[in-house]
C-alpha cells in the first residue's frame, strides 16, 4: 500500500465550484504539504503544516485554504475554483529532520473548465 | 525571485553517456540539497542528497558535486539508461529557516538507446 495516497487522482470541474482534495499518509510524519505543479513553473508551495495545529501560507496560497483534521490528513480546498487553478497537486510529507527528504504522494490532475 | 535555479529545460543523452544536470543556488545559508526525479502521473521521489559541508556525494550510478563558492551543483548519471528518462528537480533545504524544500523548475532528461 502507498505510504501517501491523494483522491481524487483526476478531477474536471466548473468555474465557481467549490472542490476539495485530500491527502492521507500512514508514515507517521508530522509535517505535510501541499504543492502544485505547472509546466515550466516547477514545483511551487500552497500550504503547509508542521503539526495538526500549525499551518502555514506558502509561496501561492491565494485562492486556497487547508484543513489539517489529523496528523494522518491534510485536505486542500479551492473554494471557488478558475481555471487558472488547473495544475498538478501534490501532497507531501516529511520528519522533521535538516535534510528534510519529502514523501510525495502520487498527484491529483485538476482541471477547471 | 528564484533562490534555486535549473537553467536548462531539457537535456538529450545517448544510453551509456553521461548525463550532467545542473542547478544554481542564491542562498548561502541551504543546509541540504537534494535531487527529485519524476515520472509521468507519479510523484517526485527522492534520488540523493547532499550536505553543504561535503562536495560530494556518489550512490551507485548518481553522484552530485557540490561548489559551494560558486553556489552551484550538478548532478552526473553514468552510465545513462532509457529508464532514467524523467524530470529531474534540484530543491534545498534550509534548516533554521524552519520551512518546505525550495525546488527548482526541473529538467527533462530523455535518455535515447
Known amino acids: 500500500d502507498a505510504d501517501v495516497t491523494q483522491t481524487p487522482r483526476n478531477r474536471i470541474t466548473k468555474t465557481g465550484k467549490r472542490i476539495m482534495l485530500e491527502c492521507s499518509q500512514t508514515?507517521?510524519?508530522?509535517?505535510m504539504y501541499w504543492y502544485r505543479q505547472d509546466p515550466g513553473l516547477g514545483l511551487r508551495l500552497i500550504y503547509y503544516s508542521f503539526d495538526v495545529k500549525d499551518i502555514n501560507k506558502g509561496e501561492i496560497s491565494d485562492g486556497y485554504s487547508v484543513s489539517r483534521q489529523a496528523q494522518a490528513k491534510f485536505s486542500l480546498s479551492l473554494e471557488s475554483a478558475i481555471p487558472n487553478q488547473t495544475a498538478l497537486y501534490f501532497c507531501a510529507t516529511s520528519d522533521p529532520t535538516p535534510l528534510n527528504e519529502q514523501f510525495f504522494g502520487p498527484g491529483t490532475r485538476l482541471t477547471v473548465l | 525571485d528564484q533562490q534555486v535555479k535549473q537553467n536548462s529545460p531539457s537535456l538529450s543523452v545517448q544510453e551509456g553517456r553521461i548525463s550532467i544536470l545542473n542547478c544554481d543556488y542564491t542562498?548561502?545559508?541551504?543546509?541540504?540539497f537534494l535531487w527529485y526525479k519524476k515520472y509521468p502521473a507519479e510523484g517526485p521521489t527522492f534520488l540523493i542528497s547532499?550536505?553543504?559541508?561535503?562536495d560530494k556525494n556518489e550512490d551507485g550510478r548518481f553522484t552530485v558535486f557540490l561548489n559551494k563558492s560558486a553556489k552551484h551543483l550538478s548532478l552526473h548519471i553514468v552510465p545513462s539508461q532509457p529508464g532514467d528518462s524523467a524530470v529531474y528537480f534540484c530543491a534545498a533545504s534550509a534548516d533554521q529557516a524552519g520551512t518546505a524544500l525550495i525546488f527548482g523548475k526541473g529538467t527533462t532528461l530523455s535518455v535515447s538507446s
Open positions: 542562498n548561502s545559508m541551504f543546509d541540504y
Open positions: 508514515k507517521g510524519h508530522d509535517r
Open positions: 547532499i550536505s553543504s559541508i561535503k
